[in-house]
C-alpha cells in the first residue's frame, strides 16, 4: 500500500468524523453573501475581512480566516460564473475523494496561506481557489467546461494556461507575492507529486519506444 494511503488512512480513522461535508457549499455561499451585501447595502465587508496584518496585530483576529470568504472582483455576471464554477470543482473533488480528503485538501492551502501571510503582511484566497481548480484538471483533465456557459474548452487547456499565468506571475511579482503564491499551491505537491512523477516517466518511455522505432 502506497505511503500516501496509509497516513490519509490513519488520519481519516482519527478525524475524519469532524470533516465537513459540503464545504464549498458553505464557502460559496459566504462569498455569494458577501457580495450581496456590499451590492445592495452601504457595508465594506470586503474590507473588513481581507487579510490586513497590522489589523490582525491590533486584535481584528478574525481576518486571519475570513479573507477566504472574500468573493472575486468582478461584476454580478462574472461572480455567478466563478461562484457556480467554485462549488463545481469543490463538489466534484469532495464526491471523488470523500470529505476528509477534500477538507484536508482545502486546509493544508489555508495554513499555508496563513503562515505566509503573517511572515510577508500578504495573503489572498486567489491562489488558494486556483489549487481547487489544478486539483479538478489533475483528475479530470478531459472534462468539457462552457465558458460563461457557451464556449466548450478542456479543462486540462484552461490548467496549462493557468500555469503558465503562475510563471508569469512569479517572475513579475515580488517575493511576497511568491511566497503567498507557492505555499497557497503547497496542497497540489503534497497531494499530486507522485502522480506528476509517473506522468513524466510515462512521457520519458513513450518518448524512449517512439526513439527505438526509428
Do not use: H
Not at 470543482?89 to 505566509?116: D, H, P, R, V
Not at 500555469?163 to 503547497?186: D, H, N, Q, T
Amino acid at each position: 500500500m502506497r505511503y500516501e494511503n496509509n497516513w490519509l488512512q490513519r488520519a481519516q480513522r482519527k478525524f475524519g468524523r469532524y470533516a465537513i461535508r459540503n464545504l464549498m457549499l458553505y464557502i460559496v455561499g459566504a462569498m455569494g453573501a458577501i457580495y450581496a451585501i456590499g451590492f445592495v447595502m452601504p457595508v465594506n465587508l470586503i474590507g473588513m475581512f481581507t487579510f490586513n496584518l497590522a489589523a490582525i496585530m491590533d486584535g481584528e483576529f478574525w481576518r486571519i480566516i475570513t479573507f477566504i470568504f472574500i468573493p472575486p472582483n468582478a461584476g454580478m455576471i462574472f461572480i455567478i460564473f466563478a461562484l457556480y464554477l467554485y462549488w463545481l470543482i469543490g463538489s466534484s473533488l469532495e464526491s471523488q475523494w470523500g470529505a476528509f480528503k477534500f477538507n484536508l485538501f482545502y486546509l493544508c492551502g489555508i495554513i499555508g496561506t496563513i503562515i505566509a501571510g503573517l511572515i510577508t503582511g500578504f495573503a489572498t484566497n486567489f491562489y488558494l481557489n486556483l489549487s481547487l481548480f489544478l486539483a479538478f484538471a489533475i483528475l479530470y483533465p478531459n472534462f468539457e467546461l462552457r465558458l460563461f456557459f457557451i464556449l466548450p474548452v478542456k479543462m486540462k487547456w484552461l490548467a496549462l494556461l493557468n500555469v503558465a499565468f503562475l510563471v508569469y506571475e512569479f517572475v513579475m511579482v515580488s517575493w511576497p507575492g511568491r511566497l503567498a503564491m507557492v505555499v497557497s499551491i503547497i496542497n497540489i505537491i503534497l497531494f499530486f507529486w507522485k502522480d506528476c512523477v509517473n506522468i513524466i516517466k510515462q512521457k520519458q518511455r513513450k518518448s524512449k519506444w517512439k526513439r527505438s522505432l526509428k
